[in-house]
T-cell receptor
Framework: QKEVEQNSGPLSVPEGAIASLNCTYS??????FFWYRQYSGKSPELIMS????GDKEDGRFTAQLNKASQYVSLLIRDSQPSDSATYLCAVDNYGQNFVFGPGTRLSVLP | DGGITQSPKYLFRKEGQNVTLSCEQN?????MYWYRQDPGQGLRLIYY???????QKGDIAEGYSVSREKKESFPLTVTSAQKNPTAFYLC??????????????FGSGTRLTVV
């Protein structure tokens, strides 16, 4: 059974700070990794994807991947109260579907 | 506008009753998926379909059934065999049969409650 682990939080950061969200996965053969944001009572929204080791930046978001350590992270720079949500890590299951982590709840304090 | 429509938004089920959740997409996506989300938990895969007239069981398929008679539609039936159906149900689609290069587009969800 493939597993994706995340700290459930809540992770609290002050407005303007960097929020760091972490995810580990069990299957060394996983090829692609996605981050979703989910506001309370709503459906998940895609933030970004990453496929290769290293960093990938998109605006205030940076995804980091280390396949050797089976670790993927999401950094949010200049955090805003509107970033307060649950962040879901999703790992590709050999092209069939995605396995999701339990999510990390982020709270950005004004 | 293209998207995925789930209906109803809220659904109440009596004990022993079967109910069907609707999921329709006009994105021309090949693959469709059903996930269940319980409070404080991640998404768990119920069923998925990569092509019309074919579908595969996910991790928690017991007590559920699906059909994929049209590319646009992937309804989920929650049967009386599902003993704890209260949850938030999410339908998703992916542009390609393989998820490796593309993420999901999600519908707005159906919240099912047993009364």
């Amino acid at each position: 059974q493939k597993e994706v682990e995340q700290n459930s939080g809540p992770l609290s950061v002050p407005e303007g700070a960097i929020a760091s969200l972490n995810c580990t996965y069990s299957d060394r053969g996983s090829q692609s990794f996605f981050w979703y944001r989910q506001y309370s009572g709503k459906s998940p929204e895609l933030i970004m994807s990453i496929y290769s080791n290293g960093d990938k930046e998109d605006g205030r978001f940076t995804a980091q991947l280390n396949k050797a350590s089976q670790y993927v992270s999401l950094l949010i720079r200049d955090s805003q109260p509107s970033d307060s949500a649950t962040y879901l890590c999703a790992v590709d299951n050999y092209g069939q579907n995605f396995v999701f982590g339990p999510g990390t709840r982020l709270s950005v304090l004004p | 506008d293209g998207g995925i429509t789930q209906s109803p938004k809220y659904l109440f089920r009596k004990e022993g009753q079967n109910v069907t959740l609707s999921c329709e997409q006009n994105l021309n996506h090949d693959a469709m998926y059903w996930y269940r989300q319980d409070p404080g938990q991640g998404l768990r895969l119920i069923y998925y379909s990569q092509i019309v007239n074919d579908f595969q069981k996910g991790d928690i398929a017991e007590g559920y059934s699906v059909s994929r008679e049209k590319k646009e539609s992937f309804p989920l039936t929650v049967t009386s065999a599902q003993k704890n159906p209260t949850a938030f149900y999410l339908c998703a689609s992916s542009i390609d049969r393989s998820t490796t290069n593309y993420g999901y587009t999600f519908g707005s969800g159906t919240r099912l409650t047993v009364v």
